[in-house]
């Protein structure tokens, strides 16, 4: 799978919310939510859903208009298009997590850290299936409960690991380099480890939240990650999040495609 193209602006549709302020409270904001085009797409898959970083609450219309994480109210808002038959229909659409799912209950506290499985649920309950990662402020509830959740129909959580979906070959590794006394963090030589595992699968798709940066260019990301990615596969696509790029689209020399969805879907459907 190779992406041809991705539009950055103006998006056709943009859902509004609010998030954490640089100096305390919240402030609004818009998720754009951009169209995107691939060569093909194996099986019965008419498309592939991929965001990252929705730290942010909205209103929920299916609970009275409470507020709720905004990534359960994109999953619903995007039902309603699909109903409206400006999309697919989404037991036809894959859903790709690349992390931080998570905000402050009031959307006003940067860097808030907790339990995301809601919106893992809110798109495995109406899409295909779930496949992703978590991001270093990603919590899925006890261990017992992570390990419980992460084994239900549906939902494909990726740590060093890799999952065969609709014939596609999709690997992942979760949260960020950083100390591993804090949450979603793991030390370089333990990441380095799940990222060789998840690589040694030969993955089509790789879905990390810490991805890449591209050099000779205003996309930032860690440089040790993409050395490593650019031995894989020339035809590797990436999906990542964390540091935002304004051009969500980049090649690394090697051929790799890297997807940033950090605070942004993007809809992938076959040209």
Known sequence: ?????????????????????PRGGSMPAQLPILRGTVDALPGELMGLLVTSDLQGVAPLPSEGGALALLGQVLAEHLATL?????????????????GDMYSSPGGDQRGATGDVRRVWQAFTERFRWVAGVGGNHDLFGTQRERERFTTLPGVHFLDGTAAELDGLRIGGVSGIIGNPKKPGRRDEETFFDMLDRALFSRPELLVLHEGPDVPRTRRPGTPSIRELIEVARRDLVVICGHAHWHEPLAQLDSGCQV?????????????
């Open 1 to 21: 799978m190779r992406i041809l193209s991705v539009e950055n602006s103006p998006p056709r549709w943009a859902l509004s919310y609010v998030n954490a302020g």
């Open 82 to 98: 699909a109903e409206a038959g400006e999309l697919p229909p989404l037991r036809q659409i894959g859903v790709l997590l690349a």
């Open 259 to 271: 997807l940033n969805v950090d605070a942004r879907a993007v809809l992938l459907r076959p040209k």
